[in-house]
């Protein structure tokens, strides 16, 4: 989302870290870029004059301009003080009670339905057991969809199909949650326009019946300086806690992200990163301003890895490859857990300088080249998976067909993965080698 703001910054930060010493001209024409980088980004003006004058307060002090290395620290006070517009640290759910209530609320169309889901599938990974309930009582099939929603969550859902009182349906989702212990509620309330005052009326009526430890806005990222307008509203309205952005994977420009929180004081708790239901993480402020630099958010991509990969699997697999055993059922594997952490392009973007080295770049050709990967060890059999040298041509030729290749990629594919086969047996081969001479390289320099 931030590509454009975060190009336009490198070069910025490539001109500060050349600079010998900072003066108050060349940190003004710098700042002078930030600031036109922010509002290109759709920041409230407000906002990014705001920013730009804590920045140059600090550039232009006393520790700064005798530091020995002035640009980097100018780099560093921004990356601090986007920190703190950001928001400074993750501000999670303040959830008590049995149950607890949750109200999602925005206007039409930011993703409030499938952001219930996706809220409530976190929640329940984290031992909580959610119930969503159907509050939208004015848009056609919004029961169903988040009925849908619910059953790709593997989540219950509360729906009273018909019914036209919004707070009679609270009252029942309460009994109902109460009777099967669901210790969190979440509301999918009807999308609604600042301006519609009859329908916030009732979501305050409905505030008032649920008694709610969150209210949470959630704002489609696109909506730019237009966000702070609707947030400031539902504020007046309702009091929100925080916010869900969505769509952070789209083409938004991110002043959402980078208004909120200066003009509401309000939190950006979750964000929306894409359309898949465990596409959705907490707003680390920190995290968020280190990608917005280009300095990547590795502690994300660990976390990714983490919650996609099986340790003693993995553990396993890494045996396997010592010992030179490592098999295409094995390749297969690895490859789906790849899939596991997300879009080659979210994953290379999270490595610091990924978002400069993703420029120019097509990684759809290789993701086509992994499904096609996958599609051709998914039609061997159990035993041609972990004995290709029985491949002939008959077999081949079925392979390619089955998989929907030419018998020339499926050559390639057997040919490389051969090769990582040799090159795992080598180094398999040298650590039994240095095992032999007393441990390693490391014993060796113990000697000495």
Do not use: W
């Amino acid at each position: 989302m931030f590509d454009s703001l975060s190009s336009k910054l490198e070069k910025v930060f490539r001109d500060l870290r050349g600079l010998g010493k900072i003066s108050e001209a060349n940190a003004s024409a710098a700042l002078r870029e930030v600031r036109q980088a922010l509002l290109e980004a759709d920041v409230n003006f407000k906002v990014a004059r705001d920013f730009i004058e804590r920045v140059r307060a600090q550039s232009l002090g006393q520790e700064v301009i005798q530091s020995i290395q002035p640009g980097q620290q100018v780099i560093k006070i921004i990356h601090d003080e986007l920190v703190q517009l950001l928001g400074a640290t993750n501000a999670g759910l303040q959830l008590s009670g049995n149950p607890s209530c949750v109200l999602m609320v925005g206007l039409h169309g930011s993703g409030k339905t499938t952001s219930s889901g996706k809220l409530g599938r976190l929640l329940h990974k984290q031992g909580r057991t959610p119930l969503l309930v159907a509050a939208d009582v004015y848009r056609p099939a919004a029961m169903e969809q988040l009925q849908t929603v619910g059953k790709q969550a593997a989540l219950p859902v509360y729906a009273h199909p018909g019914a036209t009182d919004v707070l009679q349906i609270a009252r029942e989702a309460l009994a109902f949650a109460r009777a099967h212990n669901r210790n969190t509620l979440i509301f999918d309330t009807a999308g609604r326009l600042q301006i519609d005052e009859p329908l916030v009326r009732e979501l305050v009526a409905l505030r008032d019946l649920v008694k709610p430890q969150e209210t949470l806005l959630v704002l489609d990222a696109a909506t730019g300086q237009e966000a702070v307008s609707v947030a400031t509203h539902f504020d007046q309205a309702l009091n929100i806690t925080g916010a869900i952005l969505t769509k952070l994977d789209g083409d938004a420009r991110g002043g959402a992200a980078l208004s909120l929180r200066a003009v509401t004081g309000k939190p950006i708790k979750f964000a929306g990163v894409g359309e898949k239901l465990d596409e959705f993480e907490p707003f680390h402020p920190e995290r968020m301003a280190s990608r917005i630099l280009g300095m990547g958010d590795v502690v994300s991509l660990v976390e990714k890895a983490a919650a996609a990969v099986d340790l003693e699997d993995a553990q396993r697999l890494e045996e396997k490859m010592r010992k030179g055993q490592f098999t295409l059922e094995d390749f297969l594997e690895q490859l789906r857990q790849m899939k596991k952490l997300g879009p080659l392009e979210s994953i290379v973007g999270l490595l610091p300088g990924g978002a400069e080295a993703l420029k120019g770049q097509d990684l759809s050709k290789q993701e086509k080249e992994f499904r096609h990967m996958e599609a051709m060890i998914c039609s061997m059999t159990p035993q041609e998976r972990r004995n290709p040298h029985i491949l002939n041509a008959r077999r081949r030729q079925r392979i390619a067909k089955g998989s929907g290749v030419t018998v020339t990629e499926l050559n390639t594919m057997l040919n490389k993965f051969a090769g990582m086969q040799q090159m795992m047996k080598k180094m398999g081969k040298f650590q039994k080698m240095l095992s032999r001479m007393g441990g390693g390289p490391a014993s060796l320099l113990r000697r000495r």
